[in-house]
C-alpha cells in the first residue's frame, strides 16, 4: 500500500493549489476551466486511493468515505460539462448512488460499524448530506432541464464540498505533517472551511444576480466634462 500512498498523497498536494486557482480564477475563463480539470482529476485520484486506504488503517476505516469524495466530484463535473442543463441516466445512477450511500452511513452510526473521534454524529450529518443531495438528483431528473443559475448552482456546491473534504482532511487531519507553531491554530480552521464562505458568497451572488444587474442600471454614470 505504500505506492498507493504515495499517489494519494501526491493527488492531494495537487488538488488544493489546484482548487485554489479554479476558485479565484474568473468564472468561465480558460484558467477557470484548466484548473478545474486539474482538481477534478486529482479529486478522483483522492477518492479512489482513499476507498483502497482505509480499509488497512490502523484501527481499519470504511472505503465509503473514497466514494462519498467520488460522487461529489462527479456529479459537480457533470454538471459543469452539460451547458444546455439536461439531465438523464447519469443523473439517475448519481442518486441511486447518493441514497445508497445515505443508507449505508446510517446504517454503519445506527450499529456503531464505524465510528469517529467526535463520535457518530459526524455519520449521522454525512447520511444526511448524502441523503439530500440525492433527493436534489432526483428533483434535476424529474425536471429534465436544469435552468443556468440551477446548472451553476449544483455544480458549485457540489464542487465547493468536494474542496472542503480536500482542505479539511489536510489542514485538520494532517496537522502532525505542518510546523508545531501552527498545529492548533485558528488560521487552520479557517483555511479548512474557506471552501464554505466561497461556496456561500457565489450562491447568495447567483441567487440575486438579476437584482444586483438592475441595481447597477439604475445607478447613474456620471457625464465626461
Known sequence: MSIVMAIHIAAGLLALPSGTVAVGARKGGRLHARAGTVFFGSMVVLGVTAAMLEPFRDPPGS????????????????????????????EIIACAAALGLAALIAWDAFTGTSDTPAGRGPLFAAAGLCLLAGLLDLNAILRRRLTPAQRIARHLWRMCFAFFIATGSFFLGQQDVLPAAVRGSPVLFVLAFAPFAVMAFWLVRLRFAKAIARLKLRVPVPEQA
Open 63 to 90: 472505503p465509503i468515505a473514497g466514494l462519498f469524495v467520488l460522487y461529489f466530484i462527479a456529479t459537480s463535473w457533470v454538471a459543469a460539462r452539460r451547458r444546455d442543463g439536461t439531465t438523464g441516466k447519469f
